[in-house]
């Protein structure tokens, strides 16, 4: 966190260590969650790596029953934002599309309305 806290960009983030920020929380506070997810994505990002550890992330804290759904949402919400930074909307398209082809039925209807109500159109 320190690291990140000086402002260096190319931080390892791993989906154990967005998970562990977030391991018995018990409040909706994702201030460490949110500094670690601030290191994915962008234009310069490893697309495939970066994805690989949201979606994953996501795997994991979505089926964890100590977190609240609101917490879940929250998470998968920043962790969309975060891959889709500075991304084309086919990269966008792209990117969206995998995480509900992998993801299939546990959490595609919340990025279908996640993607709503960032005015972006599914098609």
């Not at 234009?43 to 992330?57: G, L, Q, R």
């Not at 990117?95 to 509900?100: C, K, Q, R, S, V």
Request: charged fraction near 20%; glycine fraction near 8%.
């Amino acid at each position: 966190m320190t690291l990140i806290d000086t402002g260096l960009q190319f931080i390892s983030v791993s989906t154990d260590l967005l998970v562990s920020s977030v391991s018995g929380a018990t409040g909706y506070s994702l201030t460490e969650f949110d500094k670690l997810a601030s290191r994915l994505g962008g234009k310069k990002a490893d697309m495939s790596s970066h994805f690989s550890v949201a979606f994953n992330t996501v795997d994991r804290i979505w089926n964890d029953l100590s977190l609240s759904q609101t917490l879940q949402q929250a998470m998968l919400g920043r962790l969309l934002e975060r891959l889709i930074t500075d991304r084309t909307m086919d990269e966008v398209k792209q990117i969206m599309g995998a995480f509900i082809e992998r993801g299939g039925n546990r959490f595609t209807s919340y990025i279908v309305d996640w993607l709503g109500g960032h005015f972006l159109v599914v098609t």
